[in-house]
């Protein structure tokens, strides 16, 4: 029995920071000093934290260390795991006050959070399934088969106001009761672990952190619907997630949670893994299930519904991974308890990773409703270098921007499409005012014409378009002619394409368009990058005041684009340069503008 | 696993285990002096002798924990047991079996073993 754990994180955030080689020297320093009988220590799932990575928390004190080195490890366990006194100098900041250490819940990263689907990441070994059933893991199985039918499964879920949170926002417990209703001899639970979206990684988490909630999720969906058979569909590009997944399930058939007769209730269930090969369309339902029968992942048309016909033509329910890592604490606490949580239409929380320009890059999850600023200015910690918050985008390619006007706006399902974007699976992208808004969504059109699969014309071609107005217009070449013609072009795709990768392509223009139309408007009416980061509107002068003549800039300039002779200005040949910028870096005078 | 029985025999086992990880302010805290002069006089299998027995007799709202040197070096190894709400009881001179003592009678029974306390030694 161990007196203190000693638990780093596992995920892929600090596993690429380095904490492999501090778990394996850790591991050394503790056999080193005697302790590996006092001392456990714990690959974990992630804890949130990723801008601070690699991290490390001691319990029972639960002492918060942040980007510790391999260094560090020596001091760590001979003064804190030996002797009882924490390095200070590798402590979050944050816990640090004038009398002591503040609990980590104190922390503002932590106050406002709820944790219900990241209730176990970071905190128990995901690699060992008795620290799930430690945490009442499987208990909620255990009660479904024996205590519930799966119509009263099916009512909870109802009942708690649980949606989907991939990012359609459909109520689970209806798909579910739909799905119910067909009978068939055979009937599928899917798993979508295709999580796509440029910065989103909230289903990598959950599967790195707690791969058991989802197992035992989708077999409460198996016994809900009448399904024996499950599939996880995950990237191939999540290796820690595909491997945490392939031990649980081999655990889970060892201790017969999954298999045949489950706690003897005559219930058979099993889960295999098939992994996607990285295109994003394979995110869509029904292009998922196309790739999982072997075929090339192309969506096709509904009706009929995957509820209808689904995997290999039988009733299948495809649900998100964050949404199965809710169920069983809706199971095991009540629909109440969930319900109670939220705003009046969107229940429970949502868990969403913070990027771009933010101090805590990192996972959060919030109770719905909690304001945008609420997630950016304090559990996010601002915006890095004093710069002014200009937009917010949520839901990847498929959403849009939130502007500072609606800084205020409670996060949740109707009030992000009230305004233009949408929930998305909770990806969310801080820009400041060194952002331009014609690039971003020119990011994202980018992103959609890679990425879209082409079996229908409006997003195959439309979205190509799109692209091409979009390059002329940070190139400076666009008329208002061709703002009028991409807005159309926008509706057209929205409306005509077979499927949500399509339907959804326009919104990141859109609702820049809706927020920020006068910087589009200064792209092509004045030719001026408002934001200074389309390159080909933007020239380099030197302020002949101030410079020194010092050379450095000439000697920088990869093109030879300035001239000069020492101690005396120099001046840039406006049409050699190429608007990398490194003058301005290296000047010490302060003498190179961007306009 | 075959029945709900078994799997709660696991989660029980698991429990105190994972309980260590559970952050609380109304835990009682107890401290064992883990400096060198801790350390030398025999504080290591004191800490391991408290630490086991909070888990086995699943005492989940006491935490055990090791601090630097308490400054009273000629009576460690010190254990100092913090309830909230109540004054510090600091024990001093002790070894695995008076700490199982303080187990049974402080930490479970809520009775302070007087014995062993610092009040009891002549401090001159």
Same mark, same amino acid.
């Given at each position: 029995?161990?007196?203190s754990?000693?638990l780093?994180?596992?995920?892929?955030?600090c596993?690429?920071?380095g904490s492999?080689?501090i778990?394996?020297?850790?591991?050394e320093?503790v056999?080193?000093?005697?302790?590996?009988?006092?001392?456990?220590v714990?690959?974990?799932?992630?804890?949130?934290?990723c801008a601070?990575?690699?991290?490390?928390?001691?319990?029972?004190?639960a002492?918060?260390?942040?980007?510790?080195?391999v260094?560090?490890?020596p001091e760590?366990?001979?003064e804190h795991?030996?002797?009882g006194r924490?390095?200070?100098r #590798?402590?979050?900041?944050?816990?640090?006050t004038?009398t002591?250490?503040?609990?980590?819940g104190?922390t503002?990263?932590?106050k406002?959070?709820?944790?219900?689907? #990241?209730?176990n990441?970071?905190?128990?070994?995901?690699e060992?399934i008795?620290e799930y059933?430690?945490t009442?893991?499987?208990?909620a199985?255990?009660k479904v088969l024996?205590?519930m039918?799966?119509d009263?499964?099916?009512?909870?879920l109802?009942?708690?106001?649980?949606?989907g949170?991939?990012?359609g926002g459909?109520p689970?417990g209806l798909?579910w009761?739909?799905a119910k209703?067909?009978?068939?001899?055979?009937?599928?639970?899917?798993?979508?672990?295709?999580?796509g979206d440029p910065?989103a990684?909230m289903?990598?988490?959950?599967l790195?952190?707690d791969?058991?909630a989802?197992?035992?999720?989708?077999?409460?969906a198996?016994?809900?619907i009448?399904?024996?058979q499950?599939?996880?569909?995950?990237?191939?590009?999540?290796?820690?997630a595909?491997?945490?997944?392939q031990i649980?399930?081999?655990?889970?058939?060892?201790?017969g949670?999954?298999?045949?007769?489950i706690?003897?209730s005559?219930?058979?269930?099993?889960?295999?893994?098939r992994?996607?090969?990285g295109a994003?369309?394979?995110g869509?339902?029904?292009a998922l299930?196309?790739?999982?029968e072997?075929?090339?992942?192309?969506?096709r048309?509904r009706?009929?519904?995957p509820?209808q016909?689904?995997?290999?033509g039988k009733? !299948?329910?495809l649900?998100n991974?964050?949404?199965?890592a809710n169920?069983?604490?809706?199971?095991?606490?009540?629909?109440?308890?969930?319900a109670?949580m939220?705003?009046?239409?969107?229940?429970?929380t949502k868990?969403?990773?913070?990027?771009?320009?933010?101090?805590n890059?990192?996972?959060v999850?919030i109770p719905?409703g !909690? !304001? #945008?600023r609420?997630v950016i200015?304090?559990?996010?910690g601002?915006?890095?270098n004093?710069?002014?918050f200009k937009?917010?985008?949520t839901?990847?390619?498929?959403?849009g921007?939130?502007p500072?006007?609606?800084?205020d706006i409670?996060?949740?399902?109707?009030?992000?499409i009230?305004?233009g974007s949408?929930?998305?699976?909770g990806?969310l992208?801080?820009?400041d005012?060194?952002?331009?808004?014609?690039?971003i969504?020119?990011?994202?059109?980018?992103?959609t014409?890679?990425e879209?699969?082409?079996?229908c014309?409006p997003c195959r071609?439309?979205t190509?378009?799109?692209?091409?107005?979009l390059n002329k217009?940070t190139?400076?070449q666009?008329?208002?002619?061709?703002l009028?013609?991409?807005e159309?072009?926008c509706?057209?795709i929205?409306?005509?394409?077979?499927c949500?990768?399509?339907q959804?392509?326009?919104n990141?223009?859109?609702s820049?368009?809706?927020?920020?139309?006068k910087e589009?408007?200064?792209?092509i009416l004045?030719?001026?990058?408002?934001?200074?980061?389309?390159?080909?509107l #933007?020239?380099y002068?030197?302020d002949?005041e101030?410079?020194r003549?010092?050379?450095?800039?000439s000697?920088v300039?990869?093109?030879?684009?300035?001239?000069g002779?020492?101690?005396?200005?120099?001046v840039?040949d406006t049409?050699?340069?190429?608007?990398?910028?490194?003058?301005m870096?290296?000047?010490?005078f302060g003498?190179?503008?961007r306009k | 696993?075959?029945?709900?029985?078994?799997?709660k025999?696991?989660?029980d086992k698991?429990?105190?285990q994972?309980?260590?990880?559970a952050?609380d302010?109304h835990q009682?805290?107890?401290?064992?002096g883990m400096a060198?002069?801790g350390?030398?006089?025999?504080?290591?299998?004191?800490l391991?002798?408290?630490?086991?027995a909070?888990?086995?007799k699943?005492?989940?709202n006491?935490?055990?924990?090791?601090?630097g040197?308490?400054?009273?070096?000629?009576y460690e190894?010190i254990v100092?047991v913090?309830?909230p709400?109540?004054?510090?009881?600091?024990?001093?001179?002790?070894?695995?079996?008076?700490?199982?003592?303080?187990?049974?009678?402080?930490?479970?029974?809520g009775k302070?073993?007087?014995?062993y306390t610092l009040?009891?030694e002549?401090?001159?």
């Open positions: 029995m161990f007196r754990h000693v780093v994180c596992g995920g892929t955030g596993t690429s920071s492999a080689e778990i394996k020297k850790l591991e320093e056999k080193k000093n005697g302790l590996e009988n006092e001392v456990g714990v690959r974990t799932g992630c804890f949130g934290l601070l990575g690699p991290i490390m928390i001691v319990y029972p004190e002492t918060f260390y942040s980007m510790v080195k260094e560090d490890i760590i366990v001979s795991l030996l002797k924490p390095v200070k #590798l402590l979050y900041d944050e816990t640090v004038e002591g250490v503040k609990s980590l104190d503002d990263f932590y406002k959070q709820h944790r219900v689907a #990241l209730r990441c970071g905190v128990i070994n995901p060992n008795e059933i430690g009442n893991g499987y208990a199985l255990g024996t205590e039918t799966p009263d499964v099916i009512q909870t109802l009942d708690s106001g649980l949606r949170r991939g990012g459909f689970t798909k009761k739909l209703g067909n009978d068939a001899d055979q009937k599928y639970v899917c798993c979508n672990a295709d999580e910065g990684f289903d990598r988490s959950v790195e952190g791969p058991h989802v197992l035992e999720a989708m077999a409460i198996g016994y809900a009448g399904a024996s499950g599939y996880i569909y995950v990237r191939a590009e999540y290796p820690i595909v491997q945490r997944l649980a399930i081999s655990q889970a058939r060892e201790y949670l999954l298999g045949k007769n706690f003897e005559g219930f058979d269930f099993d889960i295999d893994l992994l996607g090969a994003f369309v394979c869509e339902e029904t299930m196309t790739s999982i072997g075929n090339r992942g192309e969506p048309p009706p009929p519904f509820a016909k689904g995997l290999f009733p !299948t329910i649900n991974v964050e949404t199965y169920i069983p604490q809706i199971i095991l606490n009540g629909a109440e308890w969930f109670s939220g705003t009046e239409k969107s229940k429970g868990v969403f990773a913070l990027g771009g320009k933010i101090n890059t990192g996972l999850e719905m !909690t !304001t #945008l609420e200015e304090e559990i996010g601002g915006i890095p004093g710069k002014k937009a917010a985008q839901g990847g390619p498929s959403g921007c939130i500072a006007e609606h800084f409670p996060i949740d399902y109707d009030n992000l009230s305004i949408m929930m998305g699976s990806g992208i801080v820009m005012e060194d952002d331009c808004m014609v690039d969504a020119k990011f994202f059109l980018e992103f014409v890679d879209s699969c082409g079996k014309t071609i439309g190509k378009r799109m692209l091409e107005i217009i190139d400076g666009a008329t208002m002619e061709d009028d013609k991409l159309e072009l509706y057209y929205k409306e005509n394409s077979l949500g990768l399509g959804t392509a326009p990141p223009v859109l820049t368009l809706k927020f920020f139309r589009y408007e200064a792209h004045d030719k001026k990058c408002p934001a200074g980061v389309c390159k080909a #933007l020239s002068s030197i002949p101030k410079c003549g010092c050379t450095l800039c000697r300039c990869p093109n030879n684009a300035i001239t002779t020492l101690k005396e200005p120099h840039i049409t050699k340069c190429v608007k990398c910028g490194a003058c870096e290296k000047c010490r003498a190179i503008s | 696993m075959k029945s709900l029985e078994e799997l025999a696991i989660r698991m429990k105190n994972v309980g260590i990880r952050e302010e009682t805290r107890v401290v064992v060198t002069c350390i030398a006089s025999g504080a290591r299998p004191v391991t002798a408290l630490s086991n909070v888990q086995e699943d005492l989940s006491v935490m055990v924990t090791q601090t040197c308490i400054g009273l070096c000629q190894p100092e913090m309830e709400g109540k004054e510090k009881v600091t024990y001093v001179k002790m070894n695995p079996d008076k700490a199982m003592e303080v187990v049974e009678q402080h930490l479970i029974g302070v073993v007087v014995k009040a009891q002549d401090i001159k």
